[in-house]
């Protein structure tokens, strides 16, 4: 039998999922376990989260290197013996670092659970800070630093962040080198006191679990007391970010980093879901109005996309592309008309059906794996979201309307609500 290419493969129209509850239980010092028992494969994730990024740090970079240097010494272990204790058992480890959070995140095979949470206790309650090792990540970072200073994008983006929410704000600040190799060891110690060493956090375990791994979790990670540090500090955003622009100067590069965008909102909107739409059709995929514009058309780009980007605290709208210095001007001008027409002209209602079935079904591809069901439940946990937040996410999708976009454009889309990087020049 021919395979006919001239006739689409039929499709099925995705209107709902549901995400498994997770199993949440308080260890005994306090601390919360949410454990999400899925997937066919004997391994485990375990996260501890804690809620310590830059938004609660003394100085700048004291979370980044309080949550770095944790397998690089303990009073117990060196880190050449931490290293060898996960690789014995084949476990996998990262620290993460953002604006609101730092974390530990352990991969490993189920039974050697037991084996992996001592060594993760004793990051937690005894890191050493050794002075050699310190000194290396330092070094490391000011030259990964050096070399994403020549690139545009990472300038853009940073300057961006600095102009939408001040150079002294979480979300604005960028680590410079004098940050790096000024930051005292007294800031980062003091982070890791605080908030590491006798703070709370938050223990997801997802995988195949069973009672008995909870149980270790619990006599491991719950014996020790932890105290609670409320936020105390207060950010506010600058306002003076609209219908602005910033040039970064590169009279050497050919090229240009575009960044537009502006401060927008969280999860919590009631909007959020109209405009996941609605960004979706201006740029958020690769049949955006602004890849058939830009870059199939106009042929200006390679690619530009559409983002809204939501975090704890606040949440942001940006476009980015990369463009030759002498298209800046014009590709900007394309992404107003954009804008403009999405502002004006009601969207079709094929365009918006294959925009929400692409949604409906990049998000159920999502899923696939136990991990990425944790990374969306970790959302609802650690934002403070209803339960049924994403199990209504496709019927949201589906509801938006024409109408609905119009609006959503019209009310957050203005470009004299912006603020436009250029990192590279015009």
Request: charged residues 25%.
């Amino acid at each position: 039998m021919l395979l006919d290419r001239t006739t689409a493969p039929d499709f099925k129209v995705i209107h709902s999922i549901n995400l498994p509850e997770p199993q949440t239980r308080t260890l005994d010092n306090g601390l919360t376990l949410h454990a999400i028992n899925i997937g066919d494969q004997p391994v485990i994730r375990l996260e501890c989260i804690f809620e310590a990024g830059n938004w609660q740090e003394s100085e700048i970079g004291a979370s980044y290197f309080a949550i770095k240097m944790l397998p690089e010494g303990t009073a117990g272990l060196t880190s050449q013996e931490i290293s060898e204790a996960f690789d014995k058992v084949g476990a996998f480890t990262e620290m993460t670092h953002s604006s609101d959070r730092i974390g530990i995140v352990v991969y490993c095979l189920s039974r050697f659970l037991d084996e992996v949470l001592p060594i993760v206790s004793e990051l937690i309650k005894n890191a050493a800070f050794p002075e050699k090792e310190l000194q290396e990540l330092r070094n490391i970072t000011i030259q990964n630093l050096r070399v994403n200073k020549e690139k545009n994008a990472f300038l853009a983006n940073a300057a961006f962040r600095a102009k939408l929410f001040g150079s002294n704000h979480p979300y604005g600040q960028s680590q410079e080198e004098d940050n790096i190799s000024g930051l005292s060891l007294n800031a980062i110690t003091g982070h890791y006191n605080k908030f590491i060493k006798n703070g709370k956090f938050t223990v997801v375990l997802a995988g195949q679990i069973e009672e008995k791994d909870m149980e270790a979790v619990n006599k491991y990670l719950g014996a020790e007391p932890v105290i609670s540090h409320p936020d105390e500090t207060g950010y506010a955003p600058e306002a003076a970010y609209q219908n602005s622009e910033v040039v970064v100067e590169r009279p050497e590069s050919v090229q240009s980093s575009i960044r537009m965008g502006r401060i927008l909102f969280t999860r919590h909107h009631p909007d959020y879901f109209k405009m996941l739409v609605t960004n979706e059709i201006l740029g958020g995929y690769f049949g955006s109005r602004l890849m058939k514009n830009i870059r199939e058309e106009k042929g200006l780009t390679y690619g530009i996309s559409s983002h809204l980007i939501t975090l704890k605290n606040e949440g942001y709208f940006m476009i980015a592309t990369d463009v030759k210095k002498e298209f800046t001007q014009q590709t900007i001008d394309e992404i107003k008309k954009e804008i403009y027409r999405l502002q004006t002209e009601p969207v079709g209602e094929d365009e918006l059906q294959t925009v929400k079935n692409f949604m409906a079904g990049e998000f159920a591809g999502s899923l696939n794996t136990a991990f990425e069901v944790a990374d969306r439940q970790k959302i609802l946990l650690l934002d403070g979201l209803p339960a049924d937040f994403f199990n209504k996410y496709i019927d949201q999708i589906h509801a938006t309307t024409s109408q609905d976009v119009l609006s959503m454009a019209s009310l957050y889309l203005n470009p004299e609500d912006m603020v436009t990087v250029i990192a590279g020049g015009k």
